[in-house]
Nanobody, 128 residues
Framework: QVQLAESGGGSVQAGGSLRLSCAAT????????VAWFRQAPGKEREGVAS????????YYTDSVKGRFTISQDNAKNTVYLQMNSLKPEDTAMYYC?????????????????????WGQGIQVTVSS
């Protein structure tokens, strides 16, 4: 059973940083589209960033460009989301998702139903 496990969330003041990790078990992040999504209370789920593992092509939603960085560590089978200059509007539950065998594509990477595997989610809270 493929499992994705997020870690690294928590509470931070505005302007602070957090690094989220998405570790895969019984699954290898090799040439897959892996993405981070988030969902705040009362809002729709949105794609935050994606990476095609092995190729390292990335996409970001406009609101996080220049502040967030998605990266991978193949040796650890882990994808990271480094979040800097956090804002209260970044507060949400963050989810890791993987689309095996697929390259992240513009216009498709942020479409949640495209992903077969999801983590349980982790809370990020940014206070002003």
């Amino acid at each position: 059973q493929v499992q994705l496990a997020e870690s690294g969330g928590g509470s931070v003041q505005a302007g602070g940083s957090l690094r989220l990790s998405c570790a895969a078990t019984k699954y290898t992040f090799s040439r897959n589209c892996v993405a981070w999504f988030r969902q705040a209370p009362g809002k729709e789920r949105e794609g935050v960033a994606s990476i095609t593992t092995g190729l390292e092509g990335t996409y970001y939603t406009d609101s996080v460009k220049g502040r967030f960085t998605i990266s991978q560590d193949n040796a650890k089978n882990t994808v990271y989301l480094q979040m800097n200059s956090l804002k209260p509007e970044d507060t949400a539950m963050y989810y890791c998702a993987a689309d095996p065998g697929k390259v992240c594509l513009f216009g498709r990477w942020s479409h949640g139903p495209s992903y077969n595997y999801w983590g349980q989610g982790i809370q990020v809270t940014v206070s002003s």
